[in-house]
C-alpha cells in the first residue's frame, strides 16, 4: 500500500478508531472485575438482599429483608428486578447483581456519544466520551460498579431530558418523556419528582404549550401515571397503605428533617461539585471554548454556521441551552433546598456538563474553515484534553484500587469449600462491625451469607448459636474464638483465615 494510500486510510477513519477505544475503555471501566470489590453497607447491600429474597419467595411487588417486609427501603422495585435479571443471566452472585448497573451506566455513555454524533458531529461525539470517563464517582461510587438504583435512574432521566429538549420539535416525543418520569419513580421513588420542575419550566419557557395539542397530553400524563399506578394498586394488595404510606412519610419528610440537622448550610452539592475533578474537566473545557470563539472574533474569523442538514445550530440554541441549563440547576437547587448531603444525588447533572462541553467544542471545530484555525483549534483544546485523558487513566486504574473485606471474602470461600453446610443457619460475633453490635448481621454480610450458601442469618452471636436447637453455623473473629475457646474448641472448624467458621450438628 503507498504511503498515500496509508495517509488517506487513517485519515478516513482515525476518528472511528477513536470512538470504538473510548467504547471499549467504557466496557472495561464498567464490567472488568465487576466482583471484586467489597459488597458496600450502603444501598448496594439492602438492594441486593431485597431482589434476592424477591426470587426466592417467588414475590416480585414484596421487598423482604431477612424474610420480613421491609419498611426501611422504601423504593419501588424496579432496581430490585434488574438484579434478578442479572441473576438470571449470569447466575447468583456479586457480577450478576451489579450487571444492571453497569449495564446502565454503559447505554448512558453510549447514549450521549449517539445523539451527539446524530444531532452535532464526530468531535462532540468523542468528546463526550473523553468527559464521560473523568467521572470517577460515578463509576466506583454508588452507581455504575454498585448494585444501587442509581445507575439506572440516571439512565432514564438522561433519557427523559434529552426527549424534553428534542420535543421542542417533535412534541410526540414528550410521551417518552412521560415514561421516563414513571421509570425515574419506580427506580428512585421520588427522586423523580426532580423532572418535573424541569419539564414545566422547560414547557413555559420554551414555548412548548403553543405547539402541543390535546393529543400530546393525552399521550403525556397515561406514560407518566399508569405504570406506576400499577405498581401502586398491585403493592396495595399485600399490605393496603403500610408500605405506600411510609414511602412519603418515612422517606421524604423523615429524611429531610433529618438532613436539616445534620447538614444545615446549603452549599454541600455546591462545594462536591466544585471539587469534582470531572466537573472541574468540564468547566474548562467550556472555559476554553469561550477562549477561542475570543481569539476567532479577534482575527476576524466570525464563527460560520455548516449546512442546516447537517447540523441546524442555530435552530437548535434555545431548546439546547434551556434545557442543559434547567437539566443541571434544578436538581442542584432542589436538593440543596432540602438540606439531603448524599452526593450522588447529582449524579444525574454530570450526563448534562458533559453535553454541554461537548457540544461547545464541535461549535468551535465548525467555525474552523483554514488550516491555521485548525491549528488554533488544536492549541487551545491541547490542554482540556490532556486534562481529560489524564483522569480517564485515574479512572481507568481505579480497578486495580478496589476495596476488599476479609469477612465478606472468607464467608464466600466456606461457602464454595463446602457445598454441603448451604441452606443452613448461620450467626455470626465479631469486633469489626461499623454500625451494629458484633453479635448482629450488618447488611452487607448479610447479603453475602444469602449469595454464597442461601444461609439463614440469624442474631444473637455466639451465646445463641451455642443455644440454638438443632444444626447452625458460627463465623467468628480470633478475638471471640478465643474467648469461647472453651465451647468451640469441641466443635468442627469448618474454615480458618482472618474469620473461622464453626458448625455445631444436632
Partial sequence: MKKQSVFQFVRKYFMWFLLL??????????????????????????????????????????????????????????????????????????????????????????????????????????????????????????????????????????????????????????????????????????HACVLLPIGGLFWLFSGLYKRMKLRHYLGLFPCAIVPIALWAFARYQYDGMAFLGQMFGVDVTQRIAWSESSNPNYFFFLNYLLHSRAVLVMLGTIAFAVLFALLMRHCNAPVQRQSAMKCRFRERALPAVLGLTLWILVPVLVFSLSHTYYYWYVYPIFPALCLAASILVQLCRNACRTGKQLALFACVFFLPALAALHYDRVTVSGIDDLEISGFQLDLQAAMEQRPDLHGMDIYVEKSDNEYKESSYWEQAGLLMAELSGDLKCEEGGVEAFLEAPGSALLIVDPAYYEKYEAQLSELETVYRNEYIVVEKTE
Fill in 21 to 190: 477505544f473510548f467504547t471499549v475503555l467504557c466496557a472495561y471501566v464498567c464490567f472488568a472485575r465487576l466482583d471484586a470489590g467489597l459488597i458496600q453497607h450502603w444501598d448496594e447491600a439492602r438492594h441486593g438482599v431485597n431482589a434476592y429474597e424477591m426470587m426466592k419467595n417467588h414475590n416480585y411487588i414484596v421487598n423482604t429483608y431477612n424474610y420480613e417486609n421491609d419498611y426501611f427501603n422504601l423504593k419501588p422495585p424496579l432496581s430490585y428486578w434488574g438484579i434478578i435479571l442479572g441473576f438470571r443471566l449470569f447466575g447468583v452472585g456479586v457480577f450478576g447483581m451489579r450487571f444492571y448497573s453497569a449495564l446502565a451506566t454503559f447505554c448512558t455513555f453510549l447514549l450521549i456519544a449517539f445523539y451527539l454524533y446524530r444531532r452535532y458531529g464526530k468531535t462532540a461525539s468523542l468528546c463526550s466520551m473523553m468527559l464521560f470517563l473523568t467521572f470517577y464517582d460515578i463509576f466506583y461510587w454508588h452507581a455504575a460498579r454498585n448494585a444501587d438504583a442509581d445507575a439506572i435512574y440516571i439512565l432514564f432521566f438522561t433519557v427523559g431530558c434529552l426527549a424534553l429538549i428534542e420535543s421542542a420539535y417533535r412534541p410526540n416525543l414528550l410521551w417518552i418523556c412521560g415514561l421516563m418520569f414513571s421509570l425515574c419513580f419506580l427506580s428512585k421513588s421520588w
